[in-house]
């Protein structure tokens, strides 16, 4: 018999605790501050053109909101699959999937070009827009969550945890499906239009996600005091590692799909040869520091115990995440739309050419403070409701009462 | 005398006659018109086609359009808006170079339509696809998804605006079809400065009515769609293209 976890809120009066709070607060600030002047000025002043329309704030945000899903993990794997070792950090799992989306959306509304009528967006409908399906999936998502995390709480509703997260979890696959539809259904862009990429952010969610519930973790316990099993942490890493594979097969397919297809041979070149920027960053960031790096961490025998390697790993994962999303998101942009194939093409709109694209600070800033919120959303859940467990055991051994 | 009495009182019965029926006869015309309250009618469908043979060095197109529609650079192509841009084709096995007006394609199957969340961009019963600057939240997915580049978003403040074109920052817009001049009855105004200036490479007309000069045109010469493997069925067509 499991014995029973015993939760409390984090104390959250130490001058770490504070100092942290500050930080979270001044990023937040100078979010504020950058998405005001996008605004005011217009977003010429951002490193995005008619080309590159999206930018660095859609890769923060799509990342946070991919890896939102994926942070539900731990709640599914502990409610949906029935492991009771997972069920102490379901809390925690449910939150950050709460908190990183709503620090994805964040961002995504402020870079809009007119924020103002975010009223417009949710009174006007086209329904064949994946835009539009995907307002109701994260709006549905955060109701869902927040009912599944009432679940965990109040004793009296436990007995309805179970259906309620397999409510949830499916919530996700198609949340995460709608989220890789945006990009997939782009008829008109050569580097996406491809149904892989539903799966493949689901994928990508479960590996994001899972990384930075696991630094969260950590660092909690670390900055708290908690003690958390061995086990526990030896099978998240393993499962991490699964994951981080699956995206490095999903990658790989998707370029081997289009390198089979004679007329998506520039493509496979651009993101693979020469991209420039893109290129190396698929490399470097995505396949080595993203897939290769957390591979080699997790599972070489010498670090499969050791807290530090699990925490580079998902560290790893977080920067080869960011790395992807920057690749896919404006790579795919800056690769040229053919409209006119077997031609070489100029105009002065730059047609036939890659675009070029730096990001600029406010849109760092901006894609920063959606990190900010989510994480401070999630100090300040942390230090009202009890969350975390006091510890979190081993089967068989509780360290609570050790 | 006689006979020029009966020639006024002749005159005069024809003078009333034409006085009774003229406002009738202005009448039938004036059904024909479509007011300006009247809504965009199905019966049409308003398109373009551009003969690349006859298309040359020259921009007066683009100058024509900005002009009209008070579209103003900052001497930042990059962000600037341009509602019809000049494109230079080099074949690469022949080397064969050819010039041609790329604008909104105004497409039956518009994919921007299909991807706005808001409904903001939308079709007209005629075939002008248009932004609504009203409900349009400025996401910029319509422009990820159009195959031609033809949607431009508002990057910076807007300045000498035209009381017939109503643009706005951080909204997304694109070539119209001078739907204000169409409503008028006449044609866009990049037609009328190629007609005018240029090579007369563009037609203007409904595709719908048999008579018209376009319609008949592509009844009779071959023509094709840019990106026609995506099937969107755009209302600018182009002649000459290698």
Request: hydrophobic fraction near 50%.
């Amino acid at each position: 018999m499991t014995p029973p976890v015993h939760y409390r809120e984090i104390e959250g009066r130490s001058s770490g605790f504070w100092s942290l709070v500050a930080i979270l607060g001044l990023f937040i600030a100078l979010a504020l501050g950058a998405a005001w002047r996008m605004e005011h000025e217009g977003h010429w002043i951002t490193g995005m053109s008619n080309r590159v329309v999206w930018g660095v704030p859609h890769v923060f945000a799509v990342f946070l909101i991919v890896a939102a899903s994926g942070a539900l993990n731990v709640a599914s794997v502990a409610s949906v699959f029935g492991r009771s070792l997972y069920k102490p950090l379901a809390r925690l799992s449910g939150l950050l999937a709460i908190a990183l989306l709503a620090g994805g959306l964040a961002v995504l509304v402020l870079d809009l070009g007119r924020p103002d009528r975010m009223v417009v967006a949710m009174t006007h409908y086209n329904f064949k827009s994946i835009f539009a399906w995907n307002i109701f999936l994260y709006t549905g998502f955060l109701a869902i969550v927040a009912a599944y995390l009432w679940t965990m709480f109040e004793r009296r509703m436990n007995a309805h945890t179970a259906p309620v997260g397999m409510a949830a979890f499916i919530w996700r696959l198609v949340l995460t499906t709608g989220t890789g539809s945006i990009f997939g259904f782009l008829v008109a862009r050569d580097a996406y239009n491809s149904a892989i990429l539903a799966p493949m952010f689901i994928i990508m969610s479960l590996d994001f996600g899972l990384a930075i519930f696991l630094l969260v973790l950590l660092a909690a316990a670390r900055g708290t005091g908690r003690a958390i099993g061995g086990e526990i942490l030896g099978r998240l890493g393993g499962l991490l590692a699964v994951f981080a594979a699956a995206v490095l097969y999903f990658a790989a397919i998707q370029q081997l799909t289009n390198a089979y297809i004679a007329r998506q041979h520039e493509v496979v070149r651009f993101f693979l040869v020469d991209g420039g920027i893109y290129t190396a960053l698929f490399w470097f960031g995505q396949v080595a520091i993203g897939g290769v790096a957390p591979l080699v961490l997790l599972l070489a025998p010498a670090w499969r115990k050791s807290r530090r390697a699990l925490a580079l790993a998902s560290a790893c994962v977080v920067a080869g995440g960011l790395a992807q999303m920057y690749v896919l998101i404006i790579g795919g942009q800056a690769y040229p739309q053919v409209v006119f194939p077997d031609h070489e093409v100029s105009s002065s709109a730059f047609d036939g050419v890659v675009a070029s694209y730096a990001p600029s600070l406010p849109e760092v800033l901006l894609g920063l403070g959606g990190v900010a919120l989510a994480l401070m959303l999630t100090v300040v859940a942390l230090r009202l409701l009890p969350f975390l467990p006091q510890a979190i055991a081993d089967p068989g051994r509780d360290p609570a009462h050790a | 005398m006689n006979g020029s009495r009966r020639q006024v009182l002749g005159l005069g019965a024809c003078l009333a006659a034409a006085a009774a029926l003229a406002p009738g006869l202005r009448l039938i015309e004036l059904a024909q018109a479509r007011s300006p309250e009247e809504a965009a009618s199905k019966l049409q469908r308003w398109g373009l086609l551009i003969d690349t043979a006859k298309c040359g060095e020259c921009d007066d197109c683009v100058t024509a359009c900005h002009e009209e529609n008070g579209v103003k650079g900052h001497g930042r192509p990059a962000t600037d808006s341009q509602w019809i841009r000049k494109v230079n084709l080099k074949d690469k096995r022949t080397g064969f170079a050819q010039t041609l007006p790329v604008m909104c394609q105004h497409c039956e199957e518009a994919p921007c339509i299909d991807v706005c969340p808001t409904g903001a961009s939308m079709r007209r019963a005629d075939g002008i696809v248009l932004v609504d600057k009203h409900i349009c939240i400025g996401c910029r997915y319509c422009v990820m998804a159009c195959p031609f580049g033809a949607r431009q978003f508002v990057h910076e403040k807007t300045t000498g605006q035209k009381a017939d074109v109503p643009r706005g920052q951080g909204t997304v817009e694109a070539c119209t079809l001078c739907v204000h001049r169409v409503d008028r009855g006449e044609e866009p105004a990049c037609v009328s400065a190629c007609q005018r200036d240029g090579g007369k490479a563009m037609t203007f007309g409904d595709l719908k009515d048999p008579d018209s000069a376009i319609a008949r045109r592509l009844k009779s010469e071959r023509s094709t769609a840019l990106r026609a493997d995506l099937a969107l069925d755009p209302g600018v067509r182009y002649q000459g293209l290698s």
